[in-house]
């Protein structure tokens, strides 16, 4: 049946996927990709399709030359310190390039992305309730695990909705209350950055803090995006990079806001296509499926199996797995 479907399908043009961490845990409450998936899902790739670079595929759109056929890119957003360990062992075993779209404070002071150092204080905090505004009028109860994720995700949205500097601020006073030091250790620094770019690995940018941009005022969403860009001149000497909005957290103004700024490329999400060509797509236009955490079979399935054909016969796609 996959074989079948591999057969009947369309597959011109790249494939563009995406994953954050490669690790065996789910630290902060975001589930890794386990290394031993990730080394199943690239055979599985590297015999059905060809590694491409990002930097290949928009040499293909900036030249108007037909994107490889069958090709996937791979990328990997945040900038997790395991990209270095655990990741680029499995790539280099597997010749396939990469681009890593990083958090350029997080590179700069080590604190994880927002959202993850949130989970990572719920998920760790030994205090049986917290009372803090964000998690509402009365204490919140924090025994059980299940408790600890609830109130974890009831922070969520105000703190989305903050500036850095405030929500920072916020993600303190919980750390404080708490009682939990979220780990200063688990980001790339700009000299493993360096060393990424030497083995061949793209670096693209995704903002200062992984702020949500469509949920702050433009100015400041201006300011994340430049911000970023600035700091991958700065400190790799990087003049053009591509931009990947957090968590797909983009409107039609930040799109064309990319572009404006000088970025070379930037996904856009929810778009119902998967093999990105000349004809149905652009660099400010490109679509990206997530890489599923799971078995490699899984991913053949999703990518060539009857539940793909399936869902395009029913004329919808999946909506990514999880945000960017
Ligand atoms: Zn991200």
Not at 96 to 119: C, E, K, M, Y
Request: glycine share 8%.
């Amino acid at each position: 049946m996959t074989h079948l479907g591999r057969r009947l399908r369309q597959r011109n043009g790249a494939l563009i996927l995406y994953g954050h961490r490669v690790s065996d845990n789910d630290e902060g409450y975001m589930q890794g990709l386990r290394p031993q998936w990730l080394d199943q899902q690239l055979s599985y790739l590297g015999r059905h399709y060809q590694f491409i670079s990002l930097d290949t595929l928009l040499h293909c759109y900036e030249k108007r030359q037909p994107v490889p056929e069958k090709s996937v890119v791979l990328t990997f957003d945040d900038g997790f310190r395991d990209n270095l360990d655990n990741a680029l062992p499995v790539l280099e075993k597997h010749g396939a390039p990469a681009t890593i779209f990083v958090v350029t404070g997080a590179l700069t002071n080590g604190d994880l992305p927002w959202s993850q150092r949130l989970g990572y204080l719920f998920q760790n905090t030994t205090r049986d309730q917290v009372h803090h505004r964000l998690t509402g009028p009365e204490p919140a109860p924090l025994a059980t695990p299940a408790q600890r994720k609830a109130a974890y995700q009831r922070c969520k949205p105000a703190l989305a909705a903050m500036l850095w500097q405030q929500r920072d601020q916020s993600l303190a006073e919980l750390a404080s209350l708490l009682d939990v030091d979220p780990p200063r250790d688990r980001m790339l620094n700009w000299t493993q950055a360096r060393a990424l770019q030497a083995q061949g690995i793209g670096i693209g940018a995704h903002t200062w803090s992984h702020a949500l941009l469509a949920s702050i005022p433009p100015a400041e969403a201006s300011w994340e995006m430049r911000k970023s860009r600035e700091d991958l001149r700065e400190h790799l000497g990087i003049e053009q990079p591509s931009f990947c909005f957090p968590a797909g957290s983009t409107n039609a103004q930040l799109q064309a806001h990319a572009a404006e700024l000088g970025f070379r490329s930037a996904f856009l999400p929810g778009r119902p296509i998967r093999m990105n060509t000349l004809a149905n797509a652009d660099p400010f236009s490109l679509a990206r499926v997530g890489l599923p955490d799971a078995p490699a079979w899984q991913l053949e399935a999703e990518l060539d199996g009857p539940f793909h054909g399936l869902r395009k016969l029913l004329g919808r796609l999946p909506a990514d797995p999880r945000p960017a």
